[in-house]
């Protein structure tokens, strides 16, 4: 079975730290990665998307690696703030169509 | 422009009882997800619409659960009866398409809230 793993589940730091978020999956044929953020009660909005081909992604604060031969991939979210608190979720395509989601690290930026 | 719709937000009934969440896509596209999230736990796929055709329900429990996505646009998904198990939040999402190398983002709605007691 296709598992994605996140690890830690939860994670808070000071404000203004970089987070570090990091996912794992279990077959390095996949066709693409994302990165989503869930708030409380809320949808998930999407973030960042690598494909296969693709080592990183960047998006203002946000940046994305993936290296597909060790099966990882890393969120790095650059001086943090408390808007940043949410859920990040780690989403793999391992065929066409199907997302396998992790089941996210919860992260608390303190002010 | 307006993103994916979802209602009802919220939703409280007893067991055995019948629910039906609605979903809108956002104008264009044509590929549509139900997904099931459980608390904690990341969501996983229902079932997946090309316009109007279900190409993949394989993971919907077909004795309980219904979908239709009628003229390719709008879509139903329908519980009946429910059980304690089902209390979940049920996400709708929708992409320009899908298919090999496509790596359309998906779009999510804000989700149903279900609770069954």
């Known amino acids: 079975k296709q598992e994605v793993t996140q690890i830690p589940a939860a994670l808070s730091v000071p404000e203004g730290e970089n987070l570090v978020l990091n996912c794992s999956f279990t077959d390095s044929a996949i066709y693409n990665l994302q990165w989503f953020r869930q708030d409380p009660g809320k949808g998930l909005t999407s973030l960042l998307l690598?494909?296969?081909?693709?080592r990183e992604q960047t998006s203002g604060r946000l940046n994305a690696s993936l290296d597909k031969s060790s099966g990882r991939s890393t969120l790095y979210i650059a001086a943090s703030q408390p808007g940043d608190s949410a859920t990040y979720l780690c989403a793999v395509s391992f065929d066409d169509y199907k997302l396998s989601f992790g089941a996210g690290t919860t992260v608390t930026v303190r002010a | 422009e307006a993103g994916v719709v979802q209602s009802p937000r919220y939703k409280i009934i007893e067991k055995k009882q019948p629910v039906a969440f609605w979903c809108n896509p956002i104008s264009g596209h044509n590929t549509l997800y139900w997904y099931r999230q459980n608390l904690g736990q990341g969501p996983e796929l229902l079932i997946r619409?090309?316009?109007?055709?279900?190409?993949?329900d394989s993971q919907l429990p077909k004795d309980r659960f219904s979908a239709e996505r009628l003229k390719g646009v709008d879509s139903t998904l329908k519980i009946q009866p429910a059980e304690l198990g089902d209390s979940a939040v049920y996400l709708c999402?929708?992409?320009?398409?899908?298919?090999?190398?496509?790596?359309?983002?998906?779009?999510f709605g804000e989700g149903s809230w279900l609770t069954v007691v």
């Open positions: 619409y090309e316009n109007e055709e279900a190409v993949d």
């Open positions: 999402a929708s992409s320009l398409r899908s298919g090999r190398f496509s790596g359309n983002t998906i779009y």
């Open positions: 690598i494909q296969s081909s693709q």
